[in-house]
């Protein structure tokens, strides 16, 4: 339910009183620890150079964070480097020879805190001996690209399962060749999760013969690593091993590879202090740091197998930036709607709306609906943007092709980037209204270049995008009138799989305008924000994190059977460049026509 105006104002100083008193809560025992001091008005006053009963703004608790970072940083490093130099100390006077079993891993502790810790399984509360303890999946869930590999799997995917919920941009791979695949089948499923699946066992020695003596098809690191192209300047960002003593051998592999591992979750089996004490060493010598350690009490007498997790400084210190933005992260927690819906939108159109007015509060209550699909907002269809809005008081207008109706403001008109304008100037519109939606399955996106370069400003819109096209593809249904086709006798035709304008498309005229993507609702519609309603103190995720967890490319609609369809397609991007009408269907030509999409595909 939309509340009123003044309630929502309220609500989002509310919302900033509170994002500053997180703040001041979630750093002080940092600045404690950076300071060597727990004197409350001390770091107050060093950290943001006011005395402890003035206020703190949003703006100024961010900086002093920013500010007190290194010496955060350094401290910590500081604290590291000096336990490894007495735990090394400590270890050259011990003979691992003579170390007794229940003692073989008590020279490996912890030597560094993350800040960031969870246990990682299907569940918020995991257990058993599939979820391991990781540090900063916030880190790995804001990763543009990003690789995951299991070594050792027996069936037990739910680690995997539960990196894809956190991370579903992240190509997972996991191995394990001890699976006889004849007698029991994979779960389904697993590459739509981007897992994918490798038969075999990952070892450390290439020579053929030594090959040939296992039991179950194996690859040395080196082979598995070119097999996947994963070498040079590959980063492996999470490695996963439990492999039943294989760590021993595999790790230092990996270690002396070329590619970088940003953290490790590993099991290590045996008592054999000197093996145990070889493996760290290799380990450390790679510049992995142990933050977790864990005796399996499920198996191995609870003291003859050890999880273990570690990670590079570099990782760490992306971990401890992450754990100490300030920002107020709404708009990170509003794309967990993505896939609602309703209450009476198609998708979670009306929940996005709630929470943008709820934290931008209203002018005017106003908005512009154009692609109204239905007679009223009552009488079927797929679910207006604005239906929940109307019945919370909000007014505005309706345009449609074809429907009428006084009551609900609703107006047919066939809409184009020359008419536009003239509409909306028709029927009052404001300039600054609260919400435009525009969905019309067609040559949105020049209607919506027409509304912009009227001098309308609209605080909010959405564009229905065509999730058909991959991201890098900035194609369009072109215009007719840009065609010359005639306004008068034009009746519009639903061109199928290739209705609308792609994501890239929608961004250029959007940023060229000052809009920021804020939100993008399933595969329905995306939402932008203008800039200057855009707070310093919001973080606000890069265009291409609202779709590492959207599959774009799957046919959606029926497909094309005619390159007749390439009449009305261009590249927006070139578009806008050239100017030219022939370059752009051509360069649209050119990536569609032999692109293997569904869409395309036999054109």
């Excluded at 058993?128 to 880190?139: L, M, R, T």
């Excluded at 197998?305 to 930036?321: D, F, G, N, R, W």
Aim: proline content about 3%.
């Amino acid at each position: 339910m939309v509340v009123n105006h003044v309630k929502r104002i309220r609500t989002a100083r509310r919302s900033r009183r509170v994002g500053i008193f997180a703040c001041t809560i979630a750093t002080l025992p940092l600045f404690f620890f950076a300071l060597g001091t727990t004197d409350l008005r001390e770091t107050a006053q060093v950290y943001t150079g006011k005395s402890a009963n003035e206020p703190m703004t949003a703006t100024a608790c961010s900086q002093a964070v920013d500010d007190a970072f290194p010496r955060i940083w350094n401290r910590k490093k500081n604290t590291h480097a000096q336990y490894v130099r007495g735990r090394n100390a400590k270890n050259s006077k011990i003979n691992f020879t003579n170390v007794a079993a229940k003692k073989a891993y008590d020279y490996f502790e912890p030597e560094w805190t993350c800040e960031d810790e969870v246990r990682l399984g299907l569940d918020v509360v995991s257990s058993g001996d599939g979820p391991k303890f990781v540090c900063g999946s916030d880190v790995l869930a804001s990763t543009k690209e990003c690789i995951v590999y299991s070594i050792g799997s027996n069936y037990d995917f739910s680690f995997e399962y539960a990196v894809n919920k956190i991370a579903p941009q992240c190509e997972i791979h996991t191995f394990d060749g001890t699976l006889n695949l004849t007698k029991r089948a994979l779960p389904e499923g697993l590459k739509e999760k981007n897992i994918y699946f490798h038969n075999w066992n990952v070892v450390s020695d290439c020579r053929s013969e030594e090959l040939a003596k296992l039991n179950s098809p194996s690859r040395c690191v080196f082979d598995s690593l070119q097999k996947l192209n994963h070498h040079e300047s590959t980063t492996i960002t999470w490695l996963k091993i439990d492999c039943e003593g294989c760590e021993f051998t595999v790790i230092p592999k990996f270690a002396e590879s070329s590619v970088k591992i940003d953290q490790i979750m590993i099991e290590v089996h045996g008592t054999n202090a000197l093996r145990i004490e070889s493996l760290f060493s290799s380990l450390h010598n790679a510049g992995m740091m142990i933050f977790h350690k864990e005796r399996n009490h499920w198996g191995c007498d609870g003291y003859m197998c050890v999880e273990y997790t570690l990670i590079t400084e570099e990782y760490a210190q992306k971990v401890l930036q992450t754990f100490l933005n300030t920002k107020d992260r709404w708009i990170f927690d509003l794309h967990k709607l993505s896939t609602s819906k309703g209450p009476k939108s198609q998708g979670a159109q009306d929940q996005y709306f709630e929470h943008i007015f709820a934290k931008i509060g209203t002018t005017n209550r106003y908005f512009v609906e154009f692609g109204f699909n239905q007679p009223s907002y009552t009488s079927g269809g797929s679910g207006a943007n604005t239906w929940n809005l109307y019945d919370s008081g909000w007014r505005g207008l309706l345009l449609d092709g074809t429907r009428e109706n006084a009551e609900i403001n609703l107006h047919a008109h066939y809409l184009f980037e020359k008419n536009i304008g003239s509409i909306l100037d028709t029927y009052n519109v404001p300039k600054e209204l609260d919400l435009l939606s525009c969905d019309m399955d067609s040559h949105d996106i020049f209607v919506l270049r027409g509304i912009l370069n009227a001098g309308y400003r609209p605080r909010v819109f959405t564009t229905e995008y065509n999730s058909n096209y991959p991201l890098e593809y900035a194609i369009t249904l072109i215009d007719p009138t840009i065609l010359g086709v005639d306004v008068s006798t034009y009746d519009f035709t639903f061109k199928g799989c290739s209705w609308g304008a792609s994501a890239s498309a929608f961004r250029l005229i959007a940023e060229k305008f000052g809009y920021t993507l804020i939100g993008r609702v399933s595969f329905l519609d995306l939402v932008w924000l203008r800039n200057d309603l855009i707070e310093d103190n919001w973080d606000v995720p890069p265009f291409e994190w609202f779709f590492r967890d959207a599959p774009l490319g799957k046919l959606h609609h029926f497909k094309q059977t005619s390159n007749e369809i390439f009449d009305y397609l261009v590249d927006f991007n070139v578009l806008e460049k050239t100017g030219s009408v022939q370059e752009a269907k051509e360069a649209a030509g050119a990536k569609l026509g032999n692109s293997g999409l569904a869409c395309f595909n036999g054109l």
